[in-house]
Every structure is written in structure tokens, then in C-alpha cells.
């Protein structure tokens, strides 16, 4: 088995950035309730699950169901919480006959070949994120809603009611809002119910957040409401890094507290928000300059990254230069063009906003300039100009 794990890789981290995805020989196959690693003798226990007589019954149960082989490690993951002896037997089968299949590709295959592929991203969702206390899913594919069921009938049979084909007119996403919260998520500024907003900007290094009290002023005293709108925005940044699946470092500048107690609470609400998150995250305590510094697991892209490319325009910057800032640059540019030609006239193509300014507030200078290079000056709109793009040509 070792020969044939050295000849398979796998992916185990997305391309991030400019960064290559990166491969591994350590080859893990997942199903609903168990992790199969192949070459790993080893059985561990998802430490979301905490609950010890719960890690001790599924230690024991795994112990008993998993095939007993020197080379093939499992972990059980925190969707195993509470199964049957039944339900973990029919995932252990799943995953040996599917390890089996793998094999026997894999010895005949040429390099290069891709012998396996995880399930199709519907069915990973039903494998990984439905769990009882999800009410209903709706699916408005037929031919998508039969794979998820053919995969629930198999190995999830409880799964099957709440699925459901949605057959109304308008689109489902739109019905449920869900257009808006991905408009949102990709906006800069999240706005609290308080009144209080958050910041948030993404680096190549980290991600910041800052917290704000906006339109929040509170009614007793400028610590209660720091701490009362830390409170909300500890709960809107878990959700929001979910939303945006931002991780590497995280910086969160939460509102300045006097109080100890304070501090150590919006800590807590930070910490039991963000206990559901699949991700794996780590919080470090407040640092001396006021700061809350953790770490989120990345795997992939973040939904900016997915969804949007560079702005040709600012590129990337979030800034463009002012009407007046280009005003001046068309005045110098002027003055070089003046000293290397001999011309009799120039003409400016700008952009609108520019052109208005120099005919505005910058006339004074741009007729001080006529006067000084003896040439005329013409002025010539450009709508698909970029604000700070222009040119100055000699006739």
C-alpha cells in the first residue's frame, strides 16, 4: 500500500492568491461521519466534540466497527456525534469499498491520470452541513434534488424530508434574500442594529476589522456603549468571517473598554459565536494597544477573492487621485510640453470632472499658463477617460 500512496496525490490546499496549490501525498477520503487516511495507523476523535463520555462511546464504537489494519488511519468527524453503531458500520463499509475502487484505478493508471474526485458540491453539502436541526432545503433542480436524494437514501436517510424541489417563479436565492447578503458580505461596511458599524479590509497579509459606535451614542455612559456595541459586533464578525471565509491573521479593533470585566465578556460572546465555525480558529487576549488578534484556517479563496477582480482603475488601491490633484499634473504637464515643442497650441483630454474644474475653480491658473507659454489651451472632454487619466497634445 505504501508504493501506491507514494504514486497518488491529493490537493491539499486551494491556489490562494499567487500562491500554487499545494499537494500532498497524505491522502484523506471523507464521508458523512468518518475521515479515512490511507498509510496513517492512528484514530482520533473531532475535538469540537466535548463532551466526554460522547468521545469515550465513539472511541469504544470505532474501535469495534473500523477494519483492523496496520496502515489506515480515521478520524471521526463531529457529525458522528450521537450516530448509531449502524450508521458508523455503513460509513466504514463506504469508505473501504471506495478505497478499494481507488486502488485498483490507481494501479492502472498512467501519471498524471486523476483516479478519484470528492462528490459533486450539492452532495457535499448534504454530506457535511445538513444536520437535524436544519429545517427544510430547497433545491430548484430537479436533476440536482435526485442526486442529493440517491446519495441521502444511501447513507443519510433521516436527510430525505427536509429536502424539497422549489418550483416557484421567482428565483430562490432572491426569495430568501440571499443575493442581498452576498452583496453585502462584499461591501466594506457592515452596519450594526445599534447604529455602529464595522470596517473591514483585506490584505495580502491579514485582515483587519475595525469597530465603530456610528449613530450609537447609548443612554448612560461612553463605556456602556463601547461595550454594548463590542457586544453586537463580536457576534456580526463571526458571522461575517463565515460569510466572507476570511482566515490567515485577523485583527479586530474593538472599541476601547476601561473595564476588565467588560473586555473578558465581549471575549466570551466572540469565542461562543464563532464555536460553530467549520473553520478552525484561535483567539489571543487582548494585546497591550487595545487589540484582538486571531487566526482563522484557510483553505480556499475568500468570497471577495471568488467573486471580484482588481479595479483596473484604482488598481486595487480603494483610491483615486482628486480633480485637483490631476489639475496640477495637467499644469506641470503643460510647462514640459512647452520647453520641448514648439507649437502654437495645446489641447487637454480629461475627464469631465476635470475638465469642469479647470474651467471652474482652476481657471486662474490655466490662464496664467496661456500667458506664460504664449500658446493656447484648449479644453476637449473625454468620457471614457479615467479620472486621473489625461493627455496633453501639441498641435
Not at 483492523?68 to 458508523?88: H, K
Not at 469508505?95 to 470528492?118: F, M, N
Not at 463601547?226 to 468571517?241: G, M, Y
Request: overall charge negative.
Amino acid at each position: 500500500m505504501t508504493d501506491l500512496i507514494q504514486m497518488v496525490t491529493m490537493e491539499a490546499k486551494e491556489p490562494l492568491g499567487n500562491k500554487g496549490a499545494r499537494l500532498t501525498t497524505f491522502i484523506t477520503i471523507p464521508s458523512r461521519y468518518l475521515v479515512m487516511m490511507p498509510g496513517r495507523a492512528s484514530l482520533g476523535i473531532s475535538s469540537r466534540i466535548e463532551d466526554e463520555d460522547e468521545r469515550e462511546r465513539l472511541r469504544s464504537l470505532s474501535e469495534q466497527v473500523l477494519p483492523s489494519r496496520d496502515s489506515m488511519g480515521y478520524i471521526v468527524r463531529t457529525a458522528a456525534e450521537g450516530v448509531s453503531e449502524a450508521a458508523l458500520r455503513a460509513d466504514a463499509t463506504f469508505l473501504d469499498k471506495l478505497w478499494t475502487l481507488i486502488q485498483g484505478r490507481a494501479k492502472s493508471a498512467k501519471p498524471g491520470v486523476l483516479v478519484h474526485e470528492d462528490l459533486p458540491l450539492a452532495v457535499r453539502i448534504v454530506r457535511d452541513m445538513l444536520r437535524p436541526d436544519v429545517d427544510r432545503v430547497l433545491v430548484d433542480s430537479e436533476e440536482c434534488l435526485q442526486m442529493m436524494q440517491r446519495f441521502a437514501d444511501s447513507f443519510m436517510s433521516d436527510a430525505n424530508p427536509v429536502m424539497e424541489l422549489y418550483t416557484g417563479r421567482r428565483p430562490v436565492l432572491d426569495l430568501h434574500g440571499i443575493e442581498d447578503e452576498i452583496q453585502k458580505a462584499l461591501e466594506r461596511k457592515v452596519e450594526l442594529k445599534s447604529g455602529g458599524y464595522l470596517i473591514f479590509d483585506q490584505t495580502e497579509a491579514m485582515t483587519t476589522v475595525d469597530v465603530n459606535t456610528g449613530a450609537f451614542v447609548g443612554r448612560r455612559n461612553p463605556e456602556e456603549t463601547a461595550f454594548r456595541t463590542n457586544l453586537e459586533a463580536a457576534v456580526a464578525i463571526a458571522r461575517q468571517l463565515r460569510l466572507r471565509n476570511l482566515g490567515g491573521i485577523i485583527i479586530l479593533d474593538f472599541i476601547d473598554m476601561d473595564t476588565a470585566a467588560h473586555r473578558d465578556q465581549v471575549l466570551a460572546a466572540l469565542e461562543a459565536s464563532l464555536a460553530d465555525d467549520r473553520a478552525t480558529t484561535q483567539i489571543a487576549q487582548v494585546s497591550p494597544l487595545g487589540l484582538v488578534e486571531m487566526t482563522r484556517k484557510r483553505t480556499r479563496e475568500s468570497l471577495e477573492h471568488v467573486m471580484c477582480e482588481p479595479c483596473p482603475t484604482c488598481r486595487s488601491s480603494g483610491y483615486i487621485k482628486t480633480s485637483e490633484t490631476v489639475c496640477y499634473e495637467i499644469f506641470r504637464e503643460i510647462l514640459r510640453q512647452h520647453r520641448q515643442f514648439e507649437v502654437k497650441e495645446l489641447i487637454i483630454l480629461a475627464h469631465d470632472n476635470v475638465v469642469e474644474m479647470l474651467l471652474d475653480e482652476e481657471a486662474a491658473g490655466l490662464a496664467e499658463l496661456e500667458e506664460l507659454t504664449g500658446k493656447t489651451i484648449r479644453l476637449q472632454s473625454q468620457a471614457m477617460n479615467a479620472q486621473h487619466e489625461f493627455d496633453v497634445v501639441p498641435v
